[in-house]
């Protein structure tokens, strides 16, 4: 346990006095990770429009990039480190792109808050949106004031609330069955 310890303390230069520009790019990939999950731990609202991906990649290249404008860092490593942050962003949108499950882990995934009309409180809770939250955003993105004309509304990954409408037929009451027995007509219609 040790050995592993001290490799990993080597490999980060961890202690050293002046880094290598492997030991930079090793740095820019383990903080990148460690940001993805961080930021993941905080869920959608936190991000506001941007995925993960996106808002490190933003947060850790200024960091890098004024540590070379103001030579806190030496200059071409500090390059060499946001290329790194770069090319795994791209590399990351490019798996997430052909593996819907990594992009689900990196990027996070949609929750439904509205199905038929009908407000999900379970998925409001744990995303953390009030009902006055997403009366906002329905009445932003799709010209709602009711829930109740909601076929469906998603938590997209983006942060961001869609909904569609629902059809004008399906709110309108069905009949589902009509019947005659001993002269009595018995209609049993649905309400939406």
């Known amino acids: 346990m040790d050995a592993v310890r001290q490799a990993i303390e080597v490999a980060l230069g961890l202690g050293a006095e002046q880094l290598t520009i492997w030991q930079i790019g090793l740095r820019a990939v383990v903080v990148y990770l460690a940001a993805i999950a961080l ?3 905080g869920e959608k609202r936190f991000l506001g429009k941007y995925t993960a991906l996106d808002v490190i990649l933003g947060f850790m290249l200024g960091s890098i990039l004024s ?3 103001t030579n806190s860092s030496p200059f071409f490593e500090a390059l060499g480190a946001a290329l790194v942050l770069v090319v795994m962003h791209w590399i990351f949108a490019v798996i997430a792109f052909h593996f819907d499950r990594f992009g689900t882990l990196v990027k996070g995934s949609t929750r439904e808050l509205v199905r038929d009309g009908e407000i999900q409180w379970d998925a409001m809770r744990s995303s953390h949106i009030s009902e006055n939250d997403l ?3 329905l009445r932003a993105s799709a010209q709602i004031d009711d829930a109740s004309q909601v076929k469906v509304a998603y938590l997209e990954r983006s942060g961001d609330i869609s909904a569609i409408k629902r059809d004008k ?3 309108a009451p069905r009949v ?5 027995e001993d002269g009595v007509q018995t209609v049993r219609v649905e309400m939406s």
């Open 39 to 41: 930021v993941r731990l």
């Open 67 to 69: 540590r070379a404008i």
């Open 135 to 137: 009366m906002g955003a």
């Open 169 to 171: 037929d399906e709110r």
């Open 176 to 180: 589902l069955e009509i019947k005659v």
